[in-house]
């Protein structure tokens, strides 16, 4: 063994990760407003790059001025409104009649508005609340009393149980017998130990199904009906098409903001100093990286969604039961590309298509084994069958999750397992079989 000090030379390959790779890597899974958020901050930072939105007009102030001077005020009066914000507090108290209220009640009243969630339920602790405001525990039931007869009904429970029996009194107070089941029976009531509550209440079971299909229609939830959310809008990365010559694919580029050279800032400051002269050559080579890179990000997402067009015709021909079993992993091997650069090609990113607008991400799904062997099909086919099958069920005896694996084997061919079947249900927000169970 030769344990001596020696120099030799030995050539190696290796992949170095650069900034500019990292940054197509990055710009290739951006999704559309996170692209445009990047070029914004991007052309901060780079004086080269100017950024004009397609939605955003120049604006002339002589033009506007006179325009607006001819404008009619009524013709854009809403445009004035300011979108007030929703106020539970407000809401609620609108409903009182404050004049038959004394100053500490009201006070009370606001308190205890302020342990409520955003699902109109009392968190709070009475005797805390009634030792902070220095009022007796009694005034503060009263005022949570006061709460809980305000709309929506069941607005101030202190849990679910509280909260349907007051929607119950509410909506149907003759019905004494659901007020009955939720009171002293709302666990059993729920874990459909119906048998148990038939024999101690002498009432058959289907009067225990009509005070469930009653329950069903109240409102776990009473004060989520009151929030308002902002409209969200899904602008589409890519457009898939139905032409005469069959499926067209364009990608969809109105949404980002256009980039341009800035050429009269380059060529007033390229001749100065060593210094700046430095500055504006890393600016550029920058400007011209993230220009290739956009190019390159569009690039791929034309033929990943291409691809997936070419393989899912079906699908946008007819409709969602025509999904085949399709993954990234053979959309990679076909585009000769990573696994990894189809699955940041398709984060976050929508299609639309002349059946609606679709994540990308949802064209993939796994492979279920079938009968034959020639033929396989995809999880989404497997999970409309199930739902096919769960809604032309008997309702009085349900298919339990092993007769369903049998009717998939027998009728459709799909070879898949009890737990599989069970996983989907969940998935598709189906109950089990003695839980869908009706009683005549």
């Given at each position: 063994?030769?344990?001596?000090?020696?120099?030799?030379?030995?050539?190696?390959?290796?992949?170095?990760?650069?900034?500019?790779?990292?940054?197509?890597?990055?710009?290739?899974?951006?999704?559309?407003?996170?692209?445009?958020?990047?070029?914004?901050?991007?052309?901060?930072?780079?004086?080269?790059?100017?950024?004009?939105?397609?939605?955003?007009?120049?604006m002339?102030?002589?033009?506007?001025?006179?325009?607006?001077?001819?404008?009619?005020?009524?013709?854009?009066?809403?445009?004035?409104?300011?979108?007030?914000?929703?106020?539970l507090?407000?809401?609620?108290?609108?409903?009182?009649?404050?004049?038959?209220?004394?100053?500490e009640?009201?006070?009370?009243?606001?308190?205890?508005?302020?342990?409520?969630?955003?699902?109109?339920?009392?968190?709070?602790?009475?005797?805390?609340i009634?030792?902070?405001?220095?009022?007796?525990?009694?005034?503060?039931?009263?005022g949570?009393?006061?709460?809980?007869?305000?709309?929506?009904?069941?607005?101030?429970?202190?849990?679910?149980?509280?909260?349907?029996?007051?929607?119950?009194?509410?909506?149907?107070?003759?019905n004494?017998l659901?007020?009955?089941?939720?009171?002293?029976?709302?666990?059993?009531?729920?874990?459909?130990?119906?048998?148990?509550?038939?024999?101690?209440?002498?009432?058959?079971?289907?009067?225990i199904?009509?005070?469930?299909?009653?329950?069903?229609?109240?409102?776990?939830k009473?004060?989520?009906?009151?929030?308002?959310?902002?409209?969200?809008?899904?602008?589409?990365?890519?457009?898939?098409?139905?032409?005469?010559?069959?499926?067209?694919?364009?990608?969809?580029?109105?949404?980002?903001?256009?980039?341009?050279?800035?050429?009269?800032?380059?060529?007033?400051?390229?001749?100065?100093?060593?210094?700046?002269?430095?500055?504006?050559q890393?600016?550029?080579?920058?400007?011209?990286?993230?220009?290739?890179?956009?190019?390159?990000?569009?690039e791929?997402?034309?033929r990943?969604?291409?691809?997936?067009?070419?393989?899912?015709?079906?699908?946008?021909?007819?409709?969602?039961q025509?999904?085949?079993?399709m993954?990234?992993?053979?959309?990679?091997?076909?585009?000769?590309?990573?696994?990894?650069?189809?699955?940041r090609?398709?984060?976050?990113k929508?299609?639309?298509?002349?059946?609606?607008?679709?994540?990308?991400?949802?064209f993939f799904?796994?492979?279920?084994?079938?009968?034959?062997?020639?033929?396989n099909?995809?999880?989404t086919?497997?999970?409309?069958?199930?739902?096919?099958?769960i809604?032309?069920?008997?309702?009085?005896?349900?298919?339990?999750?092993?007769?369903?694996?049998?009717?998939?084997?027998?009728?459709?061919?799909?070879?898949?397992?009890?737990?599989?079947?069970?996983?989907?249900?969940?998935?598709?927000?189906?109950?089990?079989?003695?839980?869908?169970k009706?009683?005549?």
């Amino acid at each position: 063994m030769n344990l001596k000090a020696s120099l030799w030379q030995q050539q190696t390959l290796k992949l170095a990760m650069t900034q500019e790779l990292s940054q197509a890597i990055a710009l290739l899974q951006y999704s559309a407003q996170e692209l445009a958020d990047f070029l914004e901050n991007k052309a901060l930072e780079n004086p080269l790059m100017q950024i004009e939105s397609g939605n955003v007009q120049p604006m002339n102030p002589l033009i506007d001025r006179n325009r607006r001077k001819h404008r009619k005020a009524e013709n854009d009066w809403i445009e004035q409104i300011a979108d007030k914000p929703f106020s539970l507090e407000d809401y609620l108290i609108s409903q009182l009649n404050i004049a038959n209220l004394s100053a500490e009640q009201l006070k009370v009243i606001r308190h205890l508005i302020q342990n409520l969630d955003e699902n109109g339920y009392f968190f709070g602790d009475l005797a805390n609340i009634a030792e902070k405001l220095r009022v007796s525990e009694e005034l503060v039931e009263e005022g949570l009393a006061v709460i809980q007869t305000l709309e929506p009904a069941g607005i101030g429970a202190r849990n679910l149980q509280e909260c349907l029996l007051m929607q119950i009194y509410y909506k149907n107070p003759e019905n004494e017998l659901a007020q009955n089941i939720i009171s002293n029976y709302f666990i059993p009531f729920a874990e459909k130990k119906w048998k148990q509550i038939s024999k101690e209440l002498q009432v058959s079971l289907k009067e225990i199904q009509n005070v469930s299909d009653e329950i069903q229609l109240l409102d776990p939830k009473p004060c989520a009906i009151l929030r308002t959310e902002s409209t969200t809008y899904i602008i589409p990365d890519a457009i898939v098409e139905q032409s005469a010559a069959g499926l067209t694919v364009r990608m969809f580029d109105d949404a980002l903001p256009r980039i341009s050279f800035n050429e009269q800032y380059y060529k007033k400051f390229k001749d100065q100093d060593q210094q700046v002269s430095s500055f504006l050559q890393d600016k550029l080579q920058d400007y011209q990286w993230i220009i290739k890179s956009i190019e390159q990000r569009k690039e791929t997402l034309t033929r990943v969604v291409a691809k997936i067009v070419e393989k899912q015709t079906s699908f946008f021909q007819k409709g969602l039961q025509y999904l085949v079993p399709m993954t990234m992993k053979e959309v990679a091997a076909e585009l000769d590309v990573h696994e990894s650069t189809v699955s940041r090609a398709v984060r976050e990113k929508y299609v639309q298509t002349p059946i609606g607008t679709f994540l990308l991400k949802s064209f993939f799904t796994s492979t279920i084994q079938t009968v034959s062997g020639d033929e396989n099909t995809s999880s989404t086919q497997v999970k409309n069958t199930i739902r096919k099958l769960i809604d032309q069920e008997k309702k009085e005896k349900p298919l339990s999750d092993q007769e369903i694996v049998e009717q998939l084997k027998l009728e459709q061919g799909i070879v898949v397992s009890r737990r599989t079947i069970a996983k989907y249900r969940d998935q598709l927000g189906i109950p089990s079989s003695s839980k869908r169970k009706r009683f005549n």
